[in-house]
Each structure stands twice: as C-alpha cells, then as structure tokens.
C-alpha cells in the first residue's frame, strides 16, 4: 500500500478524455501559448509544460545556430510516442511538437504540454514525453560553431 492508502501498484487515475490533442514536425514556428491550450480541460487540476530552446553553447564552444533535420515518417513516429506516454500514464491530455530546419539562437525547438487531475503526474509524464521524444524520434541536429565548424548531435 501507499501513503494514502491505495495499492502500491495501482494504475495511476486514468480520466475519460485522455487523449493526444497535437503532435507534429515540421518547419513552422511553435508556438508554447497552442500547446497549453490544447491541453487544457476542466478535469485538469494542473498543465506542465516543456519548451527547449536554442541556447548559445554547448560544452563550453558558442552556438550560433542549429538546424534540425528529421526522417521522413517523424510526424507520424512523434505522434505513435506522445499516444504510448498518454497511455501509460492516464494524462488527460498530451500535445507535443519539434521543430526542423534553420534555427537561431533564442528559437523554441520541441514544446511539450501535458495536462493531468494533479500535478505530480503533469510533472512527470511532461519529463518522460521529453525523454521518450529525445531518445526515439528520428530527428538529428547540426550545431553551427561561432568559429565555423559544425558537428551533427543525436544521430540515432
């Protein structure tokens, strides 16, 4: 038994209307504002969301720009990964995107949004979508150094 009483192994509180409601790639700009109000619901008491942006460095060397490339069934793979997180997890609502193509600096390259009864497992599945979406989708980044050189990162 848990602290509150219920099974330790019980499935955490699966809502009605547990869906994906937007999963994308894509070249458009993302917007963080959609996705938090795609997963919004009444049966919500808490909305987590996860913007990765494009910073200036990485392991000490200035970024000045990345462009993400990805494979050509990725909108269809990150839609199949946000409906296994949803599903395993009993959020009510899941939405989740990642940009390709040019980026600069200061750019939103995956948003994930997720909408749960409590927080705690807002927190949670927003942090395993993340890692899943990092881990499985076929996507590649080509980082820009300031100096000229590039390197390739996340080559599955």
Do not use: N
């Not at 040019?102 to 997720?114: E, F, P, Q, T």
């Not at 927003?126 to 820009?144: D, H, I, M, T």
């Amino acid at each position: 038994m848990s602290a509150g009483g219920a099974p330790a192994d019980a499935v955490p509180e699966v809502l009605a209307d547990a869906l994906v409601v937007l999963a994308g790639v894509g070249e458009s700009v993302l917007d963080v504002a959609e996705h938090e109000r795609a997963v919004a619901s009444d049966r919500a008491g808490a909305v987590v969301t996860f913007a990765g942006v494009v910073r200036d460095h990485d392991d000490g060397r200035s970024v000045s720009a990345l462009t993400y490339e990805a494979h050509p069934d990725a909108d269809r793979l990150v839609g199949e990964i946000a409906a296994r997180v949803a599903a395993r997890s009993g959020a009510v609502r899941v939405a989740v995107s990642h940009r390709v193509g040019y980026l600069a600096i200061g750019d939103v390259a995956l948003v994930a949004s997720v909408s749960a009864a409590h927080r705690a497992q807002a927190f949670a599945v927003c942090g395993e979508l993340v890692e899943e979406v990092k881990a499985s989708l076929p996507v590649w980044k080509r980082q820009v150094f300031v100096d000229g050189t590039h390197e390739w990162v996340g080559a599955l």
